[in-house]
C-alpha cells in the first residue's frame, strides 16, 4: 500500500529557479493539501483541493501555485524560488471531501520533500 | 482564524515516567482535534484523536483530554518507551463547505531517556 507519495525527497535550487514538487495518492481520497514544515512554527497549510479540478490558498500561499487535474495528483509548483522557501514541503490526503464524507478526519502524509534554495 | 498554542516545546522524561502536552485553541467552532507523532525524517502521523462530544479518549498508553470551555485539549503518555521519543503535534479542526480547516500547534520534542 504506498498511501501518499512525494518526490523528489531533497532538492536544492538558486534563487529564482522554478520546479514542481510531485504528489500522489492511490486511497481514492477527495481533499489533498501541501504544507509547509519549519523550526519552531509546526505545518503550515500552503495550498488544498477538495477534488479535481478545484483548488484555494492556505495560510502561505504565495510564491505557490498547484492544480488537480486528477483525484490522485496534486502538483506544488514553486514559480521563482527564494531562500525564504527553504523548507521541509509535506503533502497530505484526507477522505473528507465536496462529495461529503468525513468532514473532519485523519490526514495521510506523505514522507516530505527537503528543499533547499540558494 | 484558529490559533493553536502547544507546550512545551520540549520534553524530557525518564523511561517508565508519564509525558503530557497542553494545547490551547481559539476558535470554538473547532469540533475535531487529532495528535500527531512525526519519526525523524518521515511525515507526521494521527496517533489519537477527539471529537467535541466527548471529553476523554483512551488508546493503551496514550490519552487525550478535552475541555471545550477552557478551549484546552491535552495528550498524556503513561509509561514512556524510548520509541516513544519524537515530535509531537497538536491540531484543532473543523468541517466547513466540505473540507476540513486544520490548524497545527508548533510542534513538542518529546526524548524519553532509558
Known amino acids: 500500500n504506498a498511501g501518499v507519495t512525494q518526490t523528489p525527497k531533497f532538492q536544492v535550487l538558486k534563487t529564482g529557479q522554478s520546479m514542481t514538487l510531485q504528489c500522489a495518492q492511490d486511497?481514492?481520497?477527495?481533499?489533498m493539501s501541501w504544507y509547509r514544515q519549519d523550526p519552531g512554527m509546526g505545518l503550515r497549510l500552503i495550498h488544498y483541493?477538495?477534488?479535481?479540478?478545484?483548488?484555494d490558498q492556505g495560510e502561505v500561499p504565495n510564491g505557490y501555485n498547484v492544480s488537480r487535474s486528477t483525484t490522485e495528483d496534486f502538483p506544488l509548483r514553486l514559480l521563482s524560488a527564494a531562500p525564504s522557501q527553504t523548507s521541509v514541503y509535506f503533502c497530505?490526503?484526507?477522505?473528507?471531501?465536496?462529495?461529503?464524507?468525513?468532514?473532519?478526519?485523519?490526514?495521510?502524509f506523505g514522507e516530505g520533500s527537503r528543499l533547499t534554495v540558494l | 482564524g484558529e490559533n493553536v498554542e502547544q507546550h512545551p516545546s520540549t520534553l524530557s522524561v525518564q523511561e517508565g515516567d508519564s509525558a503530557v502536552i497542553k494545547c490551547t485553541y481559539s476558535d470554538s467552532a473547532s469540533n475535531y482535534f487529532p495528535w500527531y507523532k512525526q519519526e525523524l525524517g518521515k511525515g507526521p502521523q494521527l496517533i489519537i484523536d477527539i471529537r467535541s462530544n466527548v471529553g476523554e479518549k483512551k488508546d493503551q498508553r496514550i490519552a487525550v483530554t478535552l475541555n471545550k470551555t477552557a478551549k484546552h485539549f491535552s495528550l498524556h503518555i503513561t509509561e514512556t518507551q524510548p520509541e516513544d521519543s519524537a515530535v509531537y503535534f497538536c491540531?484543532?479542526?473543523?468541517?466547513?463547505?466540505?473540507?476540513?480547516?486544520?490548524?497545527f500547534g508548533t510542534g513538542t520534542k518529546l526524548q524519553v531517556i532509558p
Open positions: 497530505a490526503s484526507s477522505p473528507g471531501g465536496l462529495a461529503g464524507g468525513h468532514r473532519t478526519g485523519e490526514l495521510f
Open positions: 486511497m481514492n481520497h477527495e481533499y
Open positions: 483541493s477538495v477534488g479535481a479540478g478545484i483548488t
Open positions: 491540531a484543532a479542526s473543523r468541517g466547513s463547505g466540505g473540507y476540513q480547516k486544520v490548524t
